[in-house]
């Protein structure tokens, strides 16, 4: 059966809990926790020191309209998108075709069985395909392509990465890319990977490796809880600027 990647901390195991049971009832069987397998970035226990070995994109985009560019990075933002990559590198060196991958505050609506005969079918149509979006929340102008089968299409500029399936060339394409060399959301480094970002300095920042190669279902097949419900990890944690100045004061 398809494996199935949960993004997660040691710090939320309420989380986990309520998710094993929900994945467990579709028959996702074969689930990798990044806090089980040391792909798990925890903003908690991130140093000055580790962001020395980062490259982090000027996020902060003056003036925006768009109130996510308009501002600092957060270091929960820095930390989901390494957790990500290592899974990227996990899915990139095995050999099982499809992998899913899920924030630990989303859930998926389908069976493992239904999804993985979706993910099948569309490859038989589309084999280079390499990142599927199974939820998202669409900004850009959608195409649609007598090329894929109906119900999915190469998206416009999404947000919301919280729950998509890598093939393993999918993978090691965003793993080439490498987010540690342009640290930014993970939420919009996927997007320009695929080639659609509407800020010109990420969209020549990140090459579109993934152009033509990623694709949406147009019904969603999984969804983000309810940040009322759950919290935001991300959007709970410091902005990187306030943390450093925190950081500075507390070694002297």
């Known amino acids: 059966?398809?494996?199935?990647?949960?993004?997660?901390?040691?710090?939320?195991?309420?989380?986990?809990?309520?998710?094993?049971?929900?994945?467990?009832?579709?028959?996702?069987?074969?689930?990798?926790?990044?806090?089980?397998?040391?792909?798990?970035?925890?903003?908690?226990?991130?140093?000055?020191?580790h962001l020395d070995e980062l490259e982090l994109f000027p996020w902060r985009e003056a003036g925006s309209t768009n109130k996510w560019w308009d501002r600092e990075l957060k270091l929960g933002e820095i930390a989901c998108s390494l957790a990500h990559h290592n899974i990227w590198e996990m899915i990139a060196d095995g050999d099982r075709g499809w992998s899913v991958v899920i924030e630990d505050d989303a859930v998926i609506d389908v069976s493992a069985a239904q999804l993985d005969g979706m993910l099948h079918e569309l490859t038989s149509v589309a084999p280079d395909i390499g990142l599927v979006y199974l939820d998202r929340r669409p900004w850009g102008q959608d195409e649609p392509s007598d090329a894929l089968p109906d119900g999915v299409v190469y998206p416009g500029f999404s947000a919301c990465l919280h729950a998509y399936a890598l093939s393993n060339a999918g993978a090691a394409s965003l793993c080439r890319l490498d987010v540690r060399r342009s640290v930014m959301p993970v939420d919009d480094f996927v997007p320009a990977a695929i080639g659609v970002h509407p800020r010109p300095d990420i969209d020549s920042a990140v090459e579109p490796v993934l152009r033509h190669r990623a694709v949406a279902f147009t019904t969603s097949v999984a969804r983000v809880l309810p940040r009322e419900d759950w919290g935001s990890g991300t959007e709970e944690s410091p902005f990187l600027t306030d943390w450093l100045e925190e950081q500075s004061r507390s070694a002297v």
């Open 1 to 49: 059966m398809i494996p199935l990647y949960v993004v997660d901390t040691t710090a939320r195991r309420d989380r986990r809990v309520a998710l094993e049971e929900w994945l467990s009832s579709r028959g996702f069987d074969s689930v990798t926790y990044a806090s089980d397998c040391g792909a798990s970035v925890d903003w908690h226990e991130l140093k000055p020191k």
